[in-house]
């Protein structure tokens, strides 16, 4: 957000339309201006951090099941229902049994669900 009103600034927008625009005060947004080189440091030093991460990505049974569960911990939430880790994580079993049933014979990962 301070990344966008540094820009919007120096884009040529008034004070006044980015304070009424972003809902932050025109004090806070002075203060923004004010450590706008340390922000951009900031953020310029984030990025090429995040840049280096690796990931790995996850094709078939495991996949599927970490879209399924994400859809399912989202309903869950929506209806209030409170759960648990251990409740997340037999779910995650199940869903992964289901799917892998179904997958290619020659499917051999397994799934253990630990928590970290």
């Known amino acids: ?4 009103v540094i820009e919007d600034y120096e ?10 625009q972003s809902s932050v005060s025109h004090s806070n947004i ?5 450590n706008k080189k340390k922000m ?3 953020v310029k030093g984030f990025a090429s951090l995040k840049a280096m991460r ?3 990505t ?5 996949s599927d099941m970490e879209t399924l ?7 869950q939430t929506q209806k209030r ?10 779910k995650a079993k199940r869903l992964f049994a289901m799917l892998k049933e179904k997958a290619e014979p020659d499917y051999d990962l397994e799934f253990t669900g630990s928590s970290g």
């Open 58 to 62: 996850r094709e078939g049974p495991i």
């Open 11 to 20: 884009g040529g927008k008034l004070v006044m339309v980015i304070a009424h």
């Open 54 to 56: 690796l990931t790995n």
């Open 1 to 4: 957000m301070k990344l966008k």
């Open 40 to 42: 951009k440091k900031d």
């Open 30 to 34: 002075a203060t923004i201006f004010k």
């Open 81 to 90: 229902i409170p759960l648990s880790t251990m409740t997340i994580t037999t």
């Open 69 to 75: 569960l994400m859809a399912w911990i989202e309903d």
